[in-house]
């Protein structure tokens, strides 16, 4: 691993470039701050590796803590949830799809009320993934807060992101991203969620496993 695509935040990033990564991102409040505390007390042990501890042994680190905010997540369905506003939804989906095959390849992405999941592979020449994400907020906040008619913090500051390990971790990701809207009791069938999108090369496979649940 190289060290100039690993940094802290007040949570750890490692964005090598031309990777496959999943990736969460919320709303500014969605998740009560008794919960994040929490979550940074039990990653503050991560911080105080010692300098000599291998990035390998860090990034797995860091997935038990993505892990762990995914669960927190998925439980904590909570305010705001502008993105139920099918215009905000809408120009946070069409700002994910303007840089498809551009700075990325977006494999699959899943708007809900208070957050999104994406499943991207970054591609050469793009910037590392944390400029495109900045991007890509600052553009849907400052829009999304036009159409909410408010002003002030949009997204929550920090997204949390993930590597695959493998094949099988990715099309586990891919089911956990699409699946999201079925568990939260909205639809019945991932495919009739407005806000789901999924790459053409994968949607026939995973239109044909919805069609036998």
Request: hydrophobic share 35%; aromatic share 14%; charged share 25%.
């Amino acid at each position: 691993m190289d060290e100039k695509y690993f940094y802290n935040r007040k949570l750890p990033h490692w964005q090598p470039a031309e990777e496959f990564f999943f990736i969460t991102y919320r709303l500014a409040g969605s998740l009560p701050i008794e919960v994040i505390n929490s979550l940074k007390e039990n990653y503050t042990y991560q911080k105080s590796l010692p300098d000599n501890q291998s990035l390998e042994k860090r990034e797995e680190l860091r997935q038990e803590y993505f892990e762990a905010f995914e669960n927190e997540l998925e439980k904590n369905l909570n305010e705001p949830h502008w993105l139920k506003n099918e215009r905000v939804a809408k120009i946070v989906m069409d700002s994910l799809l303007f840089n498809n095959n551009k700075h990325y390849i977006l494999w699959c992405a899943c708007i809900m009320s208070n957050h999104a999941h994406i499943l991207l592979l970054t591609i050469k020449g793009s910037p590392l993934l944390n400029v495109i994400l900045q991007n890509h907020k600052k553009f849907t906040a400052v829009q999304g807060n036009k159409v909410l008619g408010r002003s002030g913090p949009f997204w929550a500051e920090e997204s949390y992101d993930t590597i695959f390990r493998n094949n099988a971790h990715f099309f586990r990701a891919v089911n956990y991203c699409i699946q999201n809207p079925v568990k939260a009791g909205i639809v019945e069938k991932w495919s009739d969620w407005k806000w789901t999108y999924i790459h053409p090369e994968l949607e026939k496979e995973f239109r044909l496993e919805n069609t036998k649940s």
